[in-house]
């Protein structure tokens, strides 16, 4: 059945490509598996990282992998095995492995430990230190990989988004460590380049040329093969370094302006994904400047559209609103603290590059100090971080409200949510959350979008999490706004329009609508009120009937799982966070009221997910009612 649903998203182009692919899948299967690389020529553009300013670091050979420890500073790491399951995928041919056919074993938790990115944490630690046991573990680490993945077998060689995190970060490794020197001095440093590790790069680099992610799948993967690729290319300038150098380019100069609005919106519509993809965009940047081969100008002006988005969508604490999919997923890390916020770092970053004190945020991180090579962050320190302050923001044609006021001297952060279902047929990070809403109140999230969870395992726990009943807004008849044909796959995409947007020093009100339930003859509009004047959020739904029927309606408020719920009559709730801010809900006495928490029968509800593969029970007020023709439902929230 997802075969046929996928085929349904798929135009005659993408199926001609798709059976191109599966004749190149049987070629590589009888003639190709397990090849070893024979390396041209190759010539090095290396550009050793000046770390001066590396006063502080220390790791402790531990990073979090979705909230479980991992220890990395040893080889002997089964780069095949689940950690969470400790069961492990087959060494078989990789593009003949079934990621779905355990519901307990997860690529996504196997690739993120291959993705190896402590290896830029060894590296730094023998910049600053000098140990040359570093090195040697930085050696057995790729070594044992190597051996265990031989070319095109298991499940390291499945996705192509994998092999060009890889090179990013073998990129970042050869410079920190200075490997042309390192082979010069040290002879064992330079046999492992020359006979491993520069075999495996060339592998990847050809890998990354030849399985492109295209249309329906031309999203965030296709922006990592550009990125990967052109970064090793700069570097590593194999026979056709060129070729993929410049292909690389044009694909990031396309994509930049193809997956973003003219506001720097992505169109994934998810929101964690934005540091993740902004990355992918900020590296090679990064990179093809310290070469004196610039981006565009055109580029170089979506990129900063980017980061003024970013800079609009953080709450006062770096808090992003969790729309859409979340999988902890960093292109680079430099750093074992998983608390690590890239997105205040691509802002710091960002601040440095373009000379944008709107950018500058709180703390000086070491990614920013690695990529911009600053030192102390003087440059940062020189810049006035009060000219980032920011008020509400709607952008209108995108669906995204920010608003923003303050109580009590404290910041009140609203994020509305009128925006499509996500990006291309499949919109395959994108939720069901048309017309929802969160609320943050300092910093904390109080109303919440409860996450993601996982992916391709726990079929139910998935689609709960991407499904409408996990969003504040209206569900109808049980049924989400979009169908979920496959994890990452959605079907009879809703449209959302804006009818009336006002934005005031007093207030803030936008009026939307989805056609989600056309089908049911329903229409769905919500007029959502920031009253700063009276500290409070109104808001008013209305569902249409245009067909005779009874409808079941759900309402459900989704709430952080610190905060303490208390049921003051049947339409009316306290809830109260760990710092004592007390919000009063005010339901529609027509609704039916109950809060649940951690429920699982008769369907799952009031879960919460803080990161992948995590998820703990959360308070849900739970509105219900069952109607025969149009009706309103007015909430109120209270800030106390």
């Not at 920190?176 to 592998?203: G, M």
């Not at 109303?447 to 969870?453: A, L, N, S």
């Amino acid at each position: 059945m997802w075969i046929i649903n996928r085929l349904r998203a798929m135009s005659v182009f993408e199926v001609v490509f798709r059976i191109k692919q599966f004749a190149q899948k049987y070629y590589e299967k009888f003639f190709v598996v397990g090849q070893q690389a024979k390396v041209p020529s190759v010539k090095f553009n290396s550009l050793p990282v000046n770390l001066n300013g590396l006063t502080a670091f220390e790791s402790r050979g531990v990073i979090h992998v979705f909230g479980k420890e991992f220890a990395y500073n040893t080889p002997e790491i089964d780069w095949h095995t689940d950690i969470f399951s400790n069961q492990s995928f087959s060494k078989q041919f990789s593009k003949s492995i079934n990621i779905r056919a355990h519901n307990d074993l997860s690529g996504k938790v196997v690739w993120e430990i291959n993705r190896m990115q402590f290896l830029t944490i060894i590296a730094l630690n023998y910049k600053k230190f000098g140990h040359i046991k570093d090195i040697k573990l930085f050696i057995g680490i790729i070594e044992s990989w190597i051996q265990q993945n031989p070319y095109l077998k298991g499940i390291n060689w499945y996705s192509n988004i994998e092999i060009n995190i890889r090179l990013i970060v073998w990129y970042f490794c050869w410079n920190i460590l200075n490997a042309e020197a390192l082979i010069k001095k040290h002879d064992f440093f330079k046999d492992f380049v020359e006979k491993k590790w520069l075999p495996c790069i060339y592998q990847h680099c050809k890998y990354s040329y030849h399985n492109p992610s295209k249309y329906s799948s031309s999203n965030n993967h296709l922006i990592s093969e550009y990125s990967g690729l052109f970064i090793a290319s700069t570097l590593w300038q194999f026979p056709e370094s060129k070729k993929w150098n410049c292909y690389a380019k044009e694909g990031l100069e396309k994509e930049i302006v193809r997956q973003h609005s003219l506001n720097g919106v992505n169109k994934e519509e998810a929101a964690e994904y934005i540091q993740f993809i902004t990355d992918f965009f900020m590296l090679p940047y990064v990179v093809a400047r310290k070469n004196n081969t610039p981006f565009s100008k055109k580029y170089e002006g979506a990129l900063k559209s980017i980061l003024f988005y970013i800079n609009n969508l953080l709450d006062t604490n770096g808090n992003f609103p969790k729309y859409g999919d979340e999988d902890d997923g960093k292109c680079i890390l430099f750093t074992e603290d998983h608390t690590f916020n890239n997105f205040q770092s691509l802002l710091n970053t960002g601040a440095i590059l373009f000379n944008e004190p709107a950018f500058r945020t709180t703390g000086n991180d070491l990614k920013t100090i690695v990529l911009t090579e600053v030192g102390t962050l003087t440059h940062l320190n020189k810049l006035d971080a009060s000219a980032g302050a920011i008020s509400s923001k709607f952008y209108k044609k995108e669906g995204h409200g920010i608003f923003r006021f303050q109580a009590k001297g404290e910041e009140i952060y609203v994020h509305f949510n009128a925006a499509p279902l996500g990006f291309l047929s499949i919109a395959a990070h994108g939720h069901a959350d048309a017309l929802s809403f969160i609320l943050h109140i300092n910093g904390n999230p109080f109303f919440v979008d409860p996450g993601t969870y996982t992916y391709h395992t726990e079929y139910d726990w998935r689609k709960y999490f991407v499904g409408t009943l996990a969003h504040n807004t209206i569900r109808v008849n049980q049924t989400d706004q979009a169908k979920l044909a496959g994890p990452t796959l959605w079907l009879n995409h809703y449209k959302c329009a804006i009818l009336k947007l006002e934005m005031s020093e007093d207030s803030d009100t936008v009026i939307a609508q989805h056609n989600g339930y056309e089908k049911f003859g329903i229409t769905h509009t919500r007029e959502f009120c920031v009253e700063k004047n009276k500290n409070r959020i109104c808001i008013t739904d209305t569902v249409e009937c245009k067909k005779n029927g009874e409808y079941f309606i759900e309402l459900p408020f989704h709430l952080h799982p610190d905060i303490y719920v208390n049921k003051l009559n049947d339409s009316a709730f306290q809830c109260i966070d760990k710092e004592l801010h007390t919000v009063h809900l005010q339901l529609d006495k027509k609704l039916k009221t109950s809060n649940i928490r951690g429920q699982e029968s008769p369907q799952i509800l009031g879960w919460y997910s803080k990161s992948f593969m995590q998820k703990e029970p959360g308070n849900t007020i739970y509105c219900t009612t069952k109607i025969t023709h149009t009706q309103k439902f007015q909430s109120i929230i209270s800030l106390k």
